[in-house]
């Protein structure tokens, strides 16, 4: 179980918490807006090393401090952990220690995976590869970096000069980015097919990968430049670059028609589910490790059948995971373990 003992400082609404994880299952119960999430997102910021929540770090830092700090204790086979996770305000610093450990993540938001903005499924991919590829990491905010220099060449004429200086380096840190997205996705794609299949009565779940702002396929560097140079004119005229993984996006079919075009709010949970439950597999495999499940206010949206699909997988032992609700009962039962948050402060809860 990797980790028995958190200890969070000024995150968000918690000023202080300390608090004991069972090996299994904790359950945390509280009305909506009390800090269920926020105990969460600290459990998962510890484990990756990042939040997968925040625009700015500085926002999960509670309001009127200057510092946040999260530690935990647990273990990891034989091996006892410690992690330390430290935010300061001014200047913005991020300081962290201790091993990556996979996770899952189940939010009311992962309907948003298959209709909502590109963004979204751009960072799906991104928080599922970069935490435990450090080249991916390096590449993406290597690419961003390059990408807003050379946009501040499109929009400057006396730096027009500059442009194609950029694009080579574009071009090989994109490609990186490119080629891990789509092998990952590829390889989510057949564990969620499957899944998808059971859960939703037969139906079909299809989905292609969009190079960003290509016409023609994408196969590799050389296709790649030669988009570049196909739309390197337009570049002039709109002033920032078109073509690269900045601007990728994925898109899901049901039996073949576009799921953002006619899927119910239920079909697009289950693409999402589908998806979520097959990155646990893919994380399994791909770090040897047991992913820890973190479950979000997600149980009451489910019907009966997703419901024990998800309740099957934290049932699996050397499974942690935890779980928030608005009430104990969906839970109560399978734990021992239960929080109440109440407005930031968190205590065991009364039967
Ligand atoms: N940096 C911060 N400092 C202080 N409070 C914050 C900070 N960021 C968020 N909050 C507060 O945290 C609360 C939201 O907590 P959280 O998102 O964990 O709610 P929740 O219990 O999960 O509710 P729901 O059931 O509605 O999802 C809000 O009251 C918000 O104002």
Redo the contacts with the bound molecule.
């Keep these: 179980m990797p980790v028995e003992r958190i200890d969070i400082a000024h995150f968000?609404?918690i000023t202080e918490a300390s608090l004991t994880l069972a090996p299994h299952l904790t359950l945390v119960v509280?009305?909506?807006?009390?800090?269920?999430?926020?105990?969460?997102?600290a459990l998962y910021v510890i484990l990756q090393g990042r939040d997968f929540r925040v625009a700015s770090e500085r926002?999960?830092?509670?309001?009127h401090e200057s510092v946040a700090t999260l530690t935990a204790e647990g273990r990891l086979g034989d091996h006892p952990v410690k992690w330390r996770h430290a935010i300061q305000r001014q200047p913005l610093r991020r300081l962290h220690s201790g091993p990556v450990v996979p996770v899952v993540l189940f939010s009311?938001e992962d309907v948003t995976l298959a209709k909502g903005s590109p963004e979204v499924r751009r960072r799906f991919l991104d928080l599922l590869l970069a935490p435990h590829d450090p080249h991916y990491a390096r590449s993406l905010k290597a690419y961003h970096r390059v990408l807003l220099q050379r946009n501040r060449a499109l929009k400057e004429a006396q730096y027009h000069g500059l442009i194609d200086d950029f694009t080579p380096l574009l071009i090989r840190e994109g490609t990186y980015i490119w080629r891990r997205r789509s092998e990952a996705f590829q390889e989510l794609l057949a564990l969620a097919k499957p899944l998808h299949h059971e859960l939703a009565g037969g139906e079909d779940l299809t989905a292609s990968y969009h190079f960003g702002g290509a016409a023609h396929p994408v196969a590799g560097e050389e296709t790649y430049r030669a988009e570049m140079q196909r739309r390197r004119p337009d570049e002039i005229v709109r002033q920032v670059t078109l073509v690269g993984p900045h601007r990728d996006d994925l898109e899901f079919f049901l039996n073949g028609q576009p799921a953002a075009g006619f899927a119910s709010q239920g079909q697009l949970r289950t693409i999402a589910l589908s998806l979520k439950l097959a990155t646990y597999d893919w994380l399994a495999k791909e770090t040897g490790m047991t992913p820890v499940v973190l479950l979000?206010?997600v149980l009451s949206e489910l019907d009966s059948a997703r419901r024990s699909r998800l309740l099957e997988l934290v049932a699996q032992p050397g499974q942690q995971t935890l779980v928030?609700d608005?009430e104990a009962r969906n839970f109560e039962a399978l734990t021992p373990l239960i929080y109440h948050?109440g407005n930031?402060v968190i205590t065991p809860w009364e039967r």
């Design positions: 968000r609404n509280g009305a909506n807006g009390q800090g269920k999430t926020n105990l969460l997102e926002d999960a830092i509670q309001l009311p979000d206010d928030t608005t948050v930031g």
